[in-house]
């Protein structure tokens, strides 16, 4: 009963944690960062973080996982991540997140086709009713942000991949390995490929003012701050503990933080004004229906 309490914290927490960095990402490139750089600093924030406080950990990675350690980092942080950033110079991070939600499907089908992921017919069903819920969502948001180029909707789907990819494999080849010396491998070996981005991009970017219409607020807060949250608190703790509930449940289960996402990133909506439709309320209603089915004994 613990370790069942204990996961839905976990999904929980990761889902608050998670639905809030798409704000985070708007806030860093409405402050004059591009995708590359945004996603660099990001990752460059989480190593040094990391190697900070658990360079150690590096010697407990058996030899014979470290090619699983670095294939994680790739699929589960690397290629999202300058995904995501990418995306969200054309859509809302409202649509974003709820793309993000067809993570649980793809995990499905590629568990299934190449992992031997076993499931039943409760499981299917529920993860149908949350694509569903997605749907609405993305169909209100695009209704009410017209002028979007929803093609770059595109690069979230294939990162909805990754991370389905990525689950399937730490759950069967990375099981016995400490997801803190998981999330400190990922980040040692991204750093390279970060630093280079950057160097190739530029360190300097035009900083603009942020305006908060919702609180009526005028910020100068730097978007380097903001990218520092997202890095060290969105990326680096948080796998941490999404390694830990992948191992102490399944990759269905863990999947299922992405249908609570939009759901955070909606209140994030609504808190800054930027429009929430009785059909998102609907979507989030239809969404939390489906994961309740999925999970239910």
């Given at each position: 009963?613990?370790?069942?309490?204990?996961?839905?914290?976990?999904?929980?927490?990761?889902?608050?944690?998670?639905?809030?960095?798409?704000?985070?990402?708007?806030?860093?490139?409405?402050?004059?960062?591009?995708?590359?750089?945004?996603?660099?600093?990001?990752?460059?924030?989480?190593?040094v973080f990391l190697l900070l406080i658990a360079g150690k950990e590096l010697l407990k990675i058996n030899s014979t996982k470290i090619k699983y350690v670095i294939l994680a980092g790739?699929?589960?942080?690397?290629?999202?991540?300058?995904?995501?950033?990418?995306?969200?110079?054309?859509?809302?991070?409202?649509?974003?997140?709820?793309?993000?939600?067809?993570?649980?499907?793809?995990?499905?089908?590629?568990?299934?086709?190449?992992?031997?992921?076993?499931?039943?017919?409760?499981?299917?069903?529920?993860?149908?009713?949350?694509?569903?819920?997605?749907?609405?969502?993305?169909?209100?948001?695009?209704?009410?942000?017209?002028?979007?180029?929803?093609?770059?909707?595109?690069?979230?789907?294939?990162?909805?991949?990754?991370?389905?990819?990525?689950?399937?494999?730490?759950?069967?080849?990375?099981?016995?390995?400490?997801?803190?010396?998981?999330?400190?491998?990922?980040?040692?070996?991204?750093?390279?490929?970060?630093?280079?981005?950057?160097?190739?991009?530029?360190?300097?970017?035009?900083?603009?003012?942020?305006?908060?219409?919702?609180?009526?607020?005028?910020?100068?807060?730097?978007?380097?701050?903001?990218?520092?949250?997202?890095?060290?608190?969105?990326?680096?703790?948080?796998?941490?503990?999404?390694?830990?509930?992948?191992?102490?449940?399944?990759?269905?289960?863990?999947?299922?933080?992405?249908?609570?996402?939009?759901?955070?990133?909606?209140?994030?909506?609504?808190?800054?004004?930027?429009?929430?439709?009785?059909?998102?309320?609907?979507?989030?209603?239809?969404?939390?229906?489906?994961?309740?089915?999925?999970?239910?004994?």
């Open positions: 009963m613990k370790s069942n309490n204990s996961k839905w914290f976990i999904l929980l927490v990761l889902a608050v944690v998670w639905g809030s960095s798409f704000i985070l990402m708007k806030k860093g490139l409405d402050g004059g960062m591009n995708a590359y750089q945004l996603g660099a600093f990001r990752i460059i924030f989480t190593s790739l699929l589960g942080n690397f290629f999202p991540i300058f995904l995501f950033a990418l995306a969200q110079t054309e859509i809302s991070s409202s649509i974003s997140s709820t793309l993000n939600s067809f993570t649980p499907l793809n995990t499905l089908i590629i568990g299934s086709l190449l992992f031997g992921l076993t499931f039943n017919r409760k499981q299917i069903i529920g993860l149908l009713i949350g694509i569903v819920g997605c749907l609405i969502l993305v169909y209100a948001g695009a209704s009410g942000n017209p002028s979007k180029n929803y093609w770059f909707a595109l690069l979230v789907i294939v990162a909805t991949w990754c991370y389905a990819a990525n689950i399937n494999m730490v759950k069967k080849y990375l099981s016995d390995v400490s997801p803190l010396a998981i999330t400190v491998g990922n980040f040692a070996f991204l750093l390279f490929p970060a630093l280079g981005i950057l160097l190739y991009n530029g360190l300097d970017f035009q900083t603009t003012a942020q305006i908060s219409e919702g609180l009526a607020l005028t910020t100068n807060i730097h978007p380097l701050f903001y990218v520092a949250i997202l890095g060290i608190i969105g990326t680096g703790l948080a796998n941490i503990y999404f390694y830990k509930l992948i191992q102490m449940s399944s990759p269905i289960f863990a999947s299922n933080v992405t249908y609570l996402i939009p759901i955070v990133a909606t209140i994030w909506s609504m808190i800054f004004n930027e429009g929430v439709t009785l059909l998102q309320v609907l979507g989030t209603v239809v969404i939390l229906f489906g994961v309740y089915i999925t999970n239910r004994k």
